[in-house]
Nanobody, 112 residues
Framework: QVQLVESGGGLVQPGGSLRLSCAAS????????VAWYRQAPEKQRELVAF???????GYADSVKGRFTTSRDNAKNMVYLQMNSLKPEDTAVYYC??????WGQGTQVTVSS
């Protein structure tokens, strides 16, 4: 069983930054890809970024160059650094791993 807990969301002005964290319990975490998804109101959940167990990363075109994901396997943590935030980044952000496990989400609101 894996439990994921996101944190770090909040209200930020356009152009600002936030760092989201995903804390995981469970030994399988370090050997699995972890992905960040987001879901805005009345929109489908979409993939934002992922990081493999070896550290390879990938990003949606909409966040490429602004968001960076990283992981610390020793601490069972994954991070999403979000810079140059835009109002369209407003959503609930989730981490996801092993094809089955989701966190409860953390709200990110970008507004002036």
């Amino acid at each position: 069983q894996v439990q994921l807990v996101e944190s770090g969301g909040g209200l930020v002005q356009p152009g600002g930054s936030l760092r989201l964290s995903c804390a995981a319990s469970g030994s399988i975490f370090s050997i699995n890809t972890v992905a960040w998804y987001r879901q805005a109101p009345e929109k489908q959940r979409e993939l934002v970024a992922f990081i493999t167990s070896s550290g390879t990363t990938g990003y949606a075109d909409s966040v490429k160059g602004r968001f960076t994901t990283s992981r610390d396997n020793a601490k069972n943590m994954v991070y999403l650094q979000m810079n140059s935030l835009k109002p369209e980044d407003t959503a609930v952000y989730y981490c996801h791993t092993a094809g089955a496990y989701w966190g409860q989400g953390t709200q990110v609101t970008v507004s002036s």
